[in-house]
């Protein structure tokens, strides 16, 4: 059986270093990586605001480019999965079947005294499989 690890992408530097942190553990272990962007149609009060297929198009181009730049060639396989819905538990549908689950962190949500983003918070709650978060390195201050 093939070690499994999906790996959360939004297009953030957090984001990004999780998908190096899962290619570089899936080669490891002679696994595969199935790298998760999920989007959803922005909700207006008139109907027919957005093109579904057009924003699904761009979200799978999104993916597809954000993945050929931190990852050109890949010494494992990586499959790249768009899908329609909230992040949380889109990540979590598609780990169900998954070792791990890997996602960014800045390692502090927006508010006050919350460790974890929302989403973070949520797959840890609710992920049948261990999540592991990876927490950017600390950013050296500028000097002038």
């Known amino acids: 059986m093939t070690y499994l690890i ?3 992408v ?3 530097t957090q984001s990004d270093d999780a998908v190096r942190w899962a290619l570089e553990e899936a080669e490891f272990r002679g696994g595969e990586v199935t790298a998760v ?3 959803q149609v922005p909700f207006l009060s008139f109907p027919g605001a957005y093109d579904r297929d057009e ?3 761009a979200a799978k181009e999104f993916l597809l480019d954000r993945l ?3 990852a050109p060639s890949p010494a494992v396989p990586l499959r790249p999965l768009v899908a329609e819905g909230d992040p949380a538990e889109s990540l979590i549908v598609a780990s169900e079947e998954a070792d791990v689950l890997v996602l960014g ?5 927006r508010f006050p005294g919350l460790a974890l983003g929302s989403v973070s918070q949520r797959c840890a ?3 049948r499989c261990p999540v592991l978060l990876v927490k950017a390195p600390p950013r050296r201050p500028e000097t002038g």
Do not use: Q
């Open 10 to 12: 939004d297009g953030s």
């Open 105 to 109: 962190t800045r390692g502090r949500s």
């Open 125 to 127: 709650a609710a992920a």
């Open 55 to 57: 924003l699904e198009k």
């Open 68 to 70: 050929s730049s931190i």
């Open 6 to 8: 999906v790996v959360g």
């Open 37 to 39: 962007f999920a989007w």
